[in-house]
Nanobody
Framework: QVQLVESGGGLVQPGGSLRLSCTAS????????MGWYRQAPGKQRELVAG???????NYADSVKGRFTISRDNAKTTVYLQMNSLKPEDTAVYYC???????????WGQGTQVTVSS
């Protein structure tokens, strides 16, 4: 079955950086759009960044210029490089795999990112 395992979360000071990783198994990674979402306490889950199988990316306005999404198909892994972190970036970050073939979707278990001094 599909499994998405996130890692890289933690506590960082404002202005710091973190890199999240999400490794997928049980899917043909090359035909999936991969995305990072986040959910802060009391708020709805929102899209942070996505990357299609073609490599085309999209970002939420709030993270443009600070976050970079990338993928390594050989490692079936998607990354989210987060720079210039702000307290408002604090949330649980989730990885999502979306099949461009049949529309099926799967979620990871989430990783906590806390930006605080």
């Amino acid at each position: 079955q599909v499994q998405l395992v996130e890692s890289g979360g933690g506590l960082v000071q404002p202005g710091g950086s973190l890199r999240l990783s999400c490794t997928a198994s049980g899917i043909n990674f090359t035909i999936y759009t991969m995305g990072w979402y986040r959910q802060a306490p009391g708020k709805q889950r929102e899209l942070v960044a996505g990357i299609r199988s073609s490599g085309i990316t999209n970002y939420a306005d709030s993270v443009k210029g600070r976050f970079t999404i990338s993928r390594d198909n050989a490692k079936t892994t998607v990354y989210l490089q987060m720079n210039s972190l702000k307290p408002e970036d604090t949330a649980v970050y989730y990885c999502k795999a979306f099949s461009e073939y049949n529309g099926s979707a799967s979620w990871g278990q989430g990783t906590q990112v806390t930006v605080s001094s």
